[in-house]
């Protein structure tokens, strides 16, 4: 290395303009780039609480610039784990992670500067700042105040001690769960027992005995065994949908529904302890219960109105979950089952009865969906409903990987607003597996100068092989439309504060609103079909094929709502009603609620909220209502477009301007209430989400 390039402005993650340089980071970079980016941001940290003035210039403005060097010093470093990783890349990030955690933490817990924002609010200057101002504000302190910095005393001392109690007991819950369930294995080595099973589920399941079996045992094959059957979804599923055995199912439902509930990994009693120290906590925080606390910081106003959501969902769910449970019961009888069903024989009729209506596979879906037309669909879907166009960019961006595509978003004249990367196809060996859309630069003002939002989409879709290209499954095309509405979200804000600008500051009950919105597109005929062309013939999907992706759509919907219900409702229970030292147990509330919400009721043994780890070590506590609510939101703001005719062209582009200009360009800049009433003209509504999943009949 010479001295020329050793210099700090030759380091790619010290640039502070224009686009992050991928191409050129390598793992050497990041150790003294994220040194002296922190380095810098402490300094400036202390300069600003020694100096600050409570005003929007004297302190929100430089508070919103102290993000700037990690977004471009640690971001694309946090990208680029995911998407290139190596060896030496997470060495480097490891070592840095607990750096910047603890700098963020800092800045979080800083006393002058939370102080700084409430004096702000009581000063003169409050009334004349706009409503997106406002909430760069109220948001700061809302979390600040959430993480304990308004408190004093034995009450701040206590409330560091339950954080600390509460996080250990997190993981301890997490690894029981894991440990208990890695412990538990079904082995199987009569070949009758395989009757009907699929392909991939004996190869997984002579994979499995192979990477367990003593040494000198002779290896598995997946023709003919031995197969052993876990507690993971990929194994545990496809056995309960296709196992022939009806004893093998139960013992293998008993094992799944007592996960972590007994002997040395028991999490019974840290559930107990959980909802006491949580209960104990956000009293310290002047909250009734832990439920008012998770949805001060959320769009549901009250538990009332989360209570309503259930109500209105599962009133008409019910006779449909009935309807499903005696649809299978018939089916089995027919087969010449007489037994009235159990637990453990639901999946396995439901798979029979799934085959029989419309069975498709996506190997036949895929020759419909090549990549470069769904995208040409998905592109144009976008300029139909929101007016901005979409292209690749001929400048020559520099990107971690040559499958990457950058592309260009233009306003209705012309000019450019945003910008995305698009990383497609899979790369198993560097890139971790889903997709996802995150924020590559957020739209802020930087040096007096509009900075324009620049996001990452990110998939794992099936590459090209020689000159034939990505041939999607239906699945991957949802996926795409789902991450390219947040995308929209993250592009199309108006909002120029870092902090709330695109997706920054939306609350994460009303998150999923732009990306299911965009999902559901692709159940709207003609514009599914206009952008299938089989890849060998040009033939648009055939109208068979469609009219099966749409029933799936809405099979057993009755049964699947009344399951999330029971999850959700059991959440909020236990989050609001419950009493941690009265004399009714999690359990029991778990039992009261499953005995209203399914058609059978559990069985004795049922533990299942021992290894409910979304709730007692995720972030979802008193949150798990949110995946409804947000599915409520999008149903009923694509109900809007459903209501005027989606093929009205005149009316879609109307609504699909104000969708743009509400719920994309206002994001986080809003209230998401206020915002979805801008665009809805009321309140969300329970009926389109029931209509489109067939429930309302
Ligand atoms: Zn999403």
């Not at 609010?121 to 760069?136: C, I, M």
């Not at 008409?316 to 649809?327: H, L, T």
């Not at 959440?571 to 030292?581: C, G, K």
Request: with cysteine; charged share 25%; aromatic share 10%.
């Amino acid at each position: 290395m010479t001295a020329q390039s050793a210099r700090s402005s030759d380091n790619p993650l010290l640039r502070r303009e224009g686009l992050p340089p991928f191409g050129d980071i390598s793992p050497g970079h990041i150790v003294p780039a994220v040194e002296k980016t922190l380095a810098d941001r402490e300094r400036q940290l202390e300069e600003l609480e020694r100096s600050l003035v409570p005003t929007w210039e004297g302190l929100v403005e430089p508070l919103m610039l102290l993000g700037l060097g990690l977004e471009y010093g640690w971001r694309p470093v946090r990208h680029l784990l995911n998407v290139k990783n190596s060896d030496a890349l997470r060495e480097a990030h490891e070592a840095m992670l607990p750096k910047v955690v603890a700098s963020d933490l800092r800045l979080q817990q800083s006393r002058p500067i939370y102080e700084g924002l409430v004096a702000l609010k009581k000063g003169a200057e409050w009334d004349g700042l706009s409503e997106a101002q406002k909430r760069v504000v109220d948001l700061r302190i809302r979390d600040a105040e959430h993480a304990g910095v308004g408190l004093t005393g034995n009450a701040k001392e206590r409330f560091i001690e339950i954080e600390k109690e509460l996080s250990q007991l997190a993981t301890t819950f997490q690894n029981h769960v894991l440990d208990s369930k890695k412990a538990y294995a079904l082995v199987i080595a009569d070949e009758a027992d395989t009757e009907g099973w699929p392909q991939t589920l004996k190869a997984i399941s002579a994979q499995s005995y192979n990477q367990t079996k003593s040494e000198g045992d002779p290896d598995a094959t997946p023709e003919s065994g031995p197969w052993r059957i876990t507690l993971d979804f990929p194994s545990f599923y496809p056995f309960m949908q296709h196992s022939r055995n009806t004893g093998q199912r139960k013992k293998v439902y008993l094992a799944y529904i007592t996960v972590a509930s007994s002997g040395e990994w028991d999490n019974s009693d840290l559930i107990a302890r959980i909802l006491k120290l949580r209960k104990e906590k956000v009293a310290l925080l002047g909250f009734e219960t832990y439920a008012d606390f998770s949805l001060d910081a959320k769009m549901a106003p009250s538990v009332a109105a989360v209570e309503r959501m259930f109500d209105d969902l599962s009133t008409p769910s019910k006779p449909c979950a009935v309807g499903d449970f005696e649809e299978l019961q018939a089916l089995a009888k027919e087969s010449g089952v007489d037994e009235p069903l159990k637990h453990w024989d639901l999946a396995f009729w439901a798979e029979r009865l799934r085959e029989k209506r419309f069975d498709y596979t996506d190997e036949q879906l895929r020759p419909y969906f090549p990549m470069p037309r769904v995208l040409d669909g998905l592109f144009a879907l976008t300029t139909r409903l929101f007016g901005v166009t979409v292209e690749q960019s001929r400048d020559d961006v520099s990107v971690w990987h040559p499958d990457v595509r950058y592309f260009v978003v233009r306003d209705e004249r012309g000019g450019q607003i945003s910008s995305f990367y698009l990383d497609a196809y899979t790369r198993p060996a560097e890139k971790r597996g889903g997709a996802w859309m995150d924020d590559c630069l957020a739209r802020r003002i930087v040096g007096g100068e509009l900075r324009l939002p620049v996001v990452h989409v990110t998939c794992n879709g099936t590459p090209p092989v020689g000159d034939r290209p990505s041939l999607m499954s239906f699945g991957e095309v949802e996926t795409l439309f789902h991450e390219f509405g947040h995308a929209l979200q993250g592009m199309l804000t108006t909002v120029d504060y870092s902090d709330v600008a695109g997706t920054n500051g939306v609350e994460w009950d009303a998150i999923e609103l732009a990306s299911q919105f965009m999902e559901n597109w692709c159940y709207h005929k003609p514009t599914l079909l206009g952008m299938t062309a089989h890849v060998d013939t040009g033939e648009p999907l055939p109208d068979d094929l469609f009219e099966k992706i749409r029933a799936a759509r809405t099979f057993r919907a009755g049964s699947n709502m009344m399951r999330q219900l029971e999850f959700g409702i059991t959440d909020m229970h236990l989050h609001h009603e419950f009493d941690p030292d009265g004399e009714e147990t999690a359990f029991d509330v778990h039992r009261r609620v499953a005995e209203e919400t399914s058609v059978l009721p559990p069985v004795d043994e049922n533990r299942f909220l021992c290894a409910f780890n979304h709730i007692f070590a995720g972030p979802y506590a008193a949150g798990y209502y949110s995946y409804k609510w947000a599915e409520v939101l999008s149903a009923d703001a694509f109900g809007a477009f459903e209501e005027a005719g989606l093929n009205d062209e005149s009316a879609v582009h109307d609504l699909g301007r104000r969708f743009r200009d509400t719920v994309l360009a206002e994001g986080g800049g809003r209230h998401p209430m206020d915002v979805f009433r801008d665009f809805r003209g009321r309140e969300p509504s329970t009926e389109a989400l029931l209509r489109q999943n067939g429930l309302l009949d």
